[in-house]
């Protein structure tokens, strides 16, 4: 079946630094892909939906200087936390619908504590 | 606004016994309705339910959907521990994109 991926499965960093993170399709092709981010016991927010070829769609409320999406092939779309903070600190999951967009697949997600 | 509402936010039950997990939801463009299992790490898929009244099984959980009154049930019958997680209802707009409830946190006891 198809798989999403992402790397790093977690991440430590300092306030103030950067942090990429990757989702790739393994096996289908993903021009779209989207971002949600879930706190500790809260349930899965959409960030922003990434477009392969063109500017990412963010939700109300999540800045797009902050976190910047580049949708560099249609197999990878990448997420960066720029000057994060500890508020930051989240569970950051990538979704990729299938062709007919009937099913998401969801990236095992990425970790990250910002100290 | 568009929402989705899961009801119990979370459900202590021994093992054997059924659970019936509700959600409800009033979005603006339905396309389908999404079940799924969280374990501390990312949601795994369920379900996936788009026509009312119809069924979907798995084992020992099913889901149907209700399209006119907006909602959906998850049963678990003959829990057992390993259905202990947080079940996430999710609404697709049609773009692909998910608006997901609050969840309902399972515990089943030995």
């Known amino acids: 079946g198809a798989v999403v991926s992402q790397h790093p499965s977690r991440v430590i960093c300092k306030s103030g630094t950067s942090v990429k993170i990757e989702c790739r399709s393994l096996d289908f092709q993903a021009t779209t892909m989207f971002w949600y981010r879930q706190f500790p016991k809260q349930s899965l927010m959409l960030m922003a939906t990434s477009n392969e070829g063109s500017k990412a769609t963010y939700e109300q409320g999540v800045e797009k200087d902050k976190f910047l999406i580049n949708h560099a092939s249609l197999t990878l779309s990448t997420l960066t936390v720029t000057s994060a903070h500890p508020e930051d600190s989240s569970f950051y999951i990538c979704?990729?619908?299938?062709?007919?967009?009937?099913?998401?697949?969801f990236g095992p997600g990425t970790r990250l504590t910002v100290t | 606004e568009d929402k989705v509402v899961q009801s119990p936010l979370s459900l202590v039950v021994h093992e054997g016994d059924t659970v019936t997990l509700n959600c409800s939801y009033e979005v603006t463009n339905f396309r389908s309705l999404l079940w799924y299992k969280q374990e501390k790490k990312a949601p795994t898929f369920l379900f996936m339910l788009t026509s009312s009244g119809i069924e979907k099984k798995s084992g020992r959980l099913s889901s149907i959907l209700d399209k006119k009154e907006l909602f959906s049930i998850l049963n678990i019958t003959a829990t057992q521990t390993g259905d202990s997680a947080v079940y996430l209802c999710a609404v697709d707009w049609g773009t692909g994109k998910l608006i997901f409830g609050q969840g309902t946190t399972l515990q089943v006891k030995p």
């Open positions: 979704s990729a619908p299938d062709r007919n967009r009937y099913e998401q697949y």
